[in-house]
């Protein structure tokens, strides 16, 4: 049974970062791309940050590019999102994702992953 576990979300002030951690178990972590996804109230949920197995590849969405970085260790089955310079509209819960492809790389799309951590809330007040 695979588990992903987040944790360091929080409140912080317009500038601030936070660095979020999803701790993964259950399946070999070095072989499953990973995501880190987004909701914000009445929004639809947004991928904002993915990596691929071996973490040679990465992908930002447009609007975090340049403050936010995805880096994963995989001896230790945590995959992390650095969030920088943040502003009032990066509040929501964020969710990290595995892959349900063995060897893959990352994808856009909420129906590549397979599994979805419990979400952690991120409020970056002004």
């Known amino acids: 049974q695979v588990q992903l576990v987040e944790s360091g979300g929080g409140l912080v002030q317009a500038g601030g970062s936070l660095r979020l951690a999803c701790e993964a178990s259950?399946?070999?972590?070095?072989?499953?791309?990973m995501g880190w996804f987004r909701q914000a109230p009445g929004k639809e949920r947004e991928c904002v940050a993915g990596?691929?197995?071996?973490?040679?590849?990465?992908y930002y969405a447009d609007s975090v590019k340049g403050r936010f970085t995805i880096s994963r260790d995989n001896a230790k089955s945590t995959v992390y999102l650095q969030m920088n310079s943040l502003k009032p509209e990066d509040t929501a819960v964020y969710y990290c994702?595995?892959?349900?492809?063995?060897?893959?790389?990352?994808?856009?799309?909420?129906?590549?992953?397979?599994?979805w951590g419990q979400g952690t809330q991120v409020t970056v007040s002004s």
């Open positions: 990596i691929s197995y071996s973490g040679g590849s990465t």
């Open positions: 994702a595995q892959s349900s492809r063995y060897g893959s790389t990352w994808s856009r799309t909420p129906n590549f992953y397979e599994y």
């Open positions: 259950g399946r070999t972590f070095s072989m499953y791309a």
